[in-house]
């Protein structure tokens, strides 16, 4: 029997059906609609209708895993802490709406088991995903096991703190990682030149000077985050994913320059910097995955 993974964006719901092996057999996508004063939100409407229309095409699933923004509560079955967006979503009990089991859990959470079950961490024990975007988000893999903490905090790497006098970011980390390299601040960073990050490394590409002058910058920031997280995590692998991760070369290759200067590599041991390779999708994938297991 399939298995269905439902990722909640805040433009689009992304679901798909996958078999035990991870071979997907259908996905569809709906907008989240997010709009206050709904009851029942209407992208819980638009969840039930995608799980009906998965299970016309697969068949009917033995698990359904859905992964959203925010804190999983500790039974899985909602996200507890979704403040300010996705009205509705918090506290809203999935496997009672549903009328069948489902398993909630963080969508960086989903992103990155995705990423070891079917994509770059395929088989490591010991993994980061850092996911480079409007902030930075990520998720660990460590011991064969997602790190989700004490209440499911765990992997919020954007607010690591790299400036204890810096402005605080919405978790109240001085100076975060996603200040120095998230396309939200892009405009602030580089005194109103560039409108997003996509701007800013094609001009670095072209060889602006100024740009190169800010994207070295941020990618310092990043690699110095990088190298934290190896210090304290000793992970095998680092992947990035996200929109900001499209840019390839322009990204991994003055990264990797970079953590040849900061990352401490005891006895020639260095972290590998791979990309994540499902994209969008990773999140049904992990979701599926997790719905699976549970």
């Not at 709906?30 to 029942?40: I, K, L, Q």
């Not at 992964?67 to 009205?87: F, K, Q, T, W």
């Not at 996911?131 to 998720?139: C, N, Q, S």
Request: contains cysteine.
């Amino acid at each position: 029997m399939p298995a269905i993974g439902i990722d909640i964006g805040g433009t689009l719901i992304k679901a798909a059906a996958f078999s035990p092996d991870g071979v997907e057999l259908a996905s569809f996508t709906m907008p989240t609609d997010d709009a206050e004063g709904r009851n029942p939100p209407a992208f819980a409407v638009n969840v039930r209708s995608l799980v009906a229309q998965l299970e016309a095409a697969a068949g009917r699933a033995s698990s359904i895993g859905i992964a959203a923004p925010g804190l999983a509560d500790e039974e899985g079955r909602a996200i507890s802490y979704m403040p300010g967006r996705m009205h509705g979503l918090e506290g809203f009990d999935w496997p009672e709406w549903l009328g069948r089991d489902a398993h909630v859990l963080n969508d960086a959470h989903a992103a990155l088991l995705g990423e070891v079950w079917q994509g770059a961490a395929r088989g490591l024990q010991h993994a980061v995903l850092i996911t480079l975007g409007t902030g930075v988000g990520g998720a660990i893999w460590s011991g064969g096991r997602l790190v989700r903490g004490h209440i499911g905090r765990a992997g919020h790497i954007g607010h690591m703190s790299l400036n204890p006098y810096g402005r605080p970011t919405i978790a109240n980390a001085p100076g975060g990682l996603e200040d120095w390299i998230g396309n939200h601040n892009i405009s602030e960073r580089s005194d109103g030149r560039f409108a997003s990050t996509h701007e800013l490394i094609a001009a670095f590409e072209a060889g602006d000077g100024f740009a190169t002058e800010v994207w070295k910058k941020s990618i310092r920031a990043l690699a110095c985050g990088i190298s934290s997280l190896v210090n304290i995590l000793d992970p095998e692998a680092v992947l990035i994913g996200g929109g900001i991760a499209k840019a390839g070369r322009a990204l991994f290759i003055p990264l990797q320059q970079a953590l040849d200067e900061v990352e401490w590599r005891p006895g020639g041991a260095q972290v590998k910097l791979l990309a994540a390779q499902l994209g969008e999708r990773a999140g049904t994938y992990g979701a599926a995955w997790q719905a699976m297991l549970a």
